[in-house]
C-alpha cells in the first residue's frame, strides 16, 4: 500500500537554528499538508499546498515557517528560528482530492533545547 | 467557531464487549467527517470519510454514522489490536484544513 514517508524520524536542533523536515507524498496525490501535535495535544492543521502554492494556513503558521515541493516528489517545511514552543510531533499528509480522506505519515519529532 | 468534542476521552473494554465513541461537531457547514487510527508515536490512519447525514460505513469490526449534530464509531466484539486512539476531525466547506477533536484512548484487555 502506498505510503507518505517522513524524514528523520526525529531531530533535536538547538533554539534558534533553522530546520527542515522532510516528506515524500504519495505519487499520484495532488494534495499536501502539514500538521502538528504536541505531546498530550490536538492534532493541529498549519498549511495546505495545492498546485504548486499554498492555498490554506493556520495562524500557527507565521513568517518562521515556510513550505516548498522543490521536485516531482519531495515536500519540505522548514522553520527559520525554531523556538522551544516549536517541540512537537509534525506529520505530513497527501489526498488525491480536497475532501478525500488524507494518508499521513509516521512524523517527524522535533525537540527544541 | 468549528469544534469538534469526543467522548470519552478514555474507554476500557474487555474483549468481546462492544460499544461505542462520540465525536460531537459544529461547523458552519460540514464537507466532510473523517475518522483516524493512531497508534503512540505514529500517525493518524485514516479509517471513514462521512460526508452526509444519515451515511453509515462499515469495516471490519468498525461501523461509523453521522446524524446533523455527531457521528458515532460503534466497535463489535473488540479485539486487543483495536487498542489505539481513535480521532475524528471535521473538513467545512470551503476549507481544506481537517479540525480534529481531542481523540478516545481505547484499551481493549483479553
Known amino acids: 500500500e502506498p505510503e507518505v514517508t517522513q524524514t528523520p524520524s526525529h531531530q533535536v536542533t538547538q533554539m534558534g537554528q533553522e530546520v527542515i523536515l522532510r516528506c515524500v507524498p504519495i505519487s499520484n496525490h495532488l494534495y499536501f499538508y502539514w500538521y502538528r501535535q504536541i505531546l498530550g495535544q490536538k492534532v493541529e492543521f498549519l498549511v495546505s499546498?495545492?498546485?504548486?502554492?499554498?492555498?490554506?494556513k493556520s495562524e500557527i503558521f507565521d513568517d518562521q515557517f515556510s513550505v516548498e515541493r522543490p521536485d516531482g516528489s519531495n515536500f519540505t517545511l522548514k522553520i527559520r528560528s525554531t523556538k522551544l514552543e516549536d517541540s512537537a510531533m509534525y506529520f505530513c499528509?497527501?489526498?488525491?482530492?480536497?475532501?478525500?480522506?488524507?494518508?499521513f505519515g509516521s512524523g517527524t519529532r522535533l525537540t527544541v533545547v | 467557531e468549528d469544534q469538534v468534542t469526543q467522548s470519552p476521552e478514555a474507554l476500557r473494554l474487555q474483549e468481546g464487549e462492544s460499544s461505542s465513541l462520540n465525536c460531537s461537531y459544529t461547523v458552519s457547514g460540514l464537507r466532510g467527517l473523517f475518522w483516524y487510527r493512531q497508534d503512540p508515536g505514529k500517525g493518524p490512519e485514516f479509517l471513514f470519510t462521512l460526508y452526509s447525514a444519515g451515511e453509515e460505513k462499515e469495516k471490519e469490526r468498525l461501523k461509523a454514522t453521522l446524524t446533523k449534530k455527531e457521528s458515532f464509531l460503534h466497535i463489535t466484539a473488540p479485539k486487543p489490536e483495536d487498542s489505539a486512539t481513535y480521532l475524528c476531525?471535521?473538513?467545512?466547506?470551503?476549507?481544506?484544513?481537517?479540525?480534529f477533536g481531542a481523540g478516545t484512548r481505547l484499551a481493549v484487555h483479553p
Open positions: 499528509a497527501s489526498s488525491p482530492a480536497a475532501n478525500y480522506g488524507y494518508t
Open positions: 476531525a471535521v473538513q467545512a466547506k470551503g476549507y481544506n484544513k481537517l479540525i
Open positions: 499546498f495545492y498546485n504548486n502554492e499554498i492555498s490554506e
